[in-house]
């Protein structure tokens, strides 16, 4: 089966600028899942979504980070205006429905954003 | 607050050997532990889950053990090659809820390097 896919899989910006994201999980998963890999650390959530709604954006700092899935599928996480600390490796990730943890996650292999 | 140490430091093993990576917690109680191998420049790759009410879950040549006494999880891999270095994430997740939230709290990953 096809894996999940990103774009872009680099992204050089200037700080205060706007960025975009963009996610395909694998087909027929419901469960879409954004991360951010600072340097040397591990994968932290953004924000999950079950089908197109959110079910987890307790870590997402609402003041520029935005995200939205359309129809369920796709997905796009979006910064504006980005800040030097945004500089990451942006993953998403995709599961069967969420029924709890006992489901593997399959991530993409990023985008990596510098700020500069 | 919820916090996951693994080893902080390269762990290298001489090739044919047993490599042994821990996975430490505290302020957690997780449902489910899982294991996860990134390679530089990709995404994470689901390895293992084990349950709380697990001890011991083995594939090929991997072992995990839980024990939510210690708050403590062991990876294994056995006969290691040098195919098998990366660095190696614990990641773990609560107990469903029903609001559907099941996102991972990862630690900071394990570098391990097997020598030949």
């Known amino acids: 089966e096809a894996g999940v896919a990103q774009s872009p899989r680099y992204k050089i910006i200037e700080k205060r600028q706007s960025v975009a994201f963009w996610c395909n999980p694998i087909s027929g998963h419901a469960t879409l899942y954004w991360y951010q890999q600072i340097l040397g650390q591990g994968p932290k959530l953004l924000i999950q979504?079950?089908?197109?709604?959110?079910?987890?954006d307790s870590q997402l700092p609402k003041d520029r980070f935005s995200a939205e899935r359309l129809k369920g599928v796709d997905s796009t996480l979006k910064i504006q205006p980005a800040k030097l600390e945004d500089s990451a490796v942006y993953l998403c990730a995709s599961s069967l429905a969420g029924t709890g943890g006992w489901q593997p996650q399959h991530f993409g292999d990023g985008t990596r954003l510098s700020i500069l | 607050s919820q916090k996951i140490e693994q080893n902080s430091e390269a762990l290298n093993i001489q090739e044919g050997k047993t490599a042994t990576l821990t996975c430490n917690y505290t302020?957690?109680?997780?449902?489910?532990l899982q294991w996860y191998r990134q390679d530089p420049g990709r995404g994470p790759v689901f390895l293992l889950l084990?349950?709380?009410?697990?001890k011991e879950k083995r594939k090929e040549r991997l072992k995990v053990t839980f024990d939510t006494t210690l708050k403590q999880s062991l990876f294994h891999i056995t006969a290691s090659q040098p195919a098998d270095s990366a660095t190696y994430l614990c990641?773990?997740?609560?107990?469903?809820?029903?609001?559907?939230?099941?996102?991972?709290?990862f630690g900071k990953g394990t570098h391990l390097i097997i020598q030949p």
């Open positions: 302020n957690y109680s997780p449902a489910y």
């Open positions: 084990i349950r709380e009410n697990e």
């Open positions: 979504f079950q089908n197109n709604g959110v079910v987890d």
């Open positions: 990641a773990l997740s609560p107990m469903y809820s029903g609001g559907g939230a099941d996102g991972l709290t």
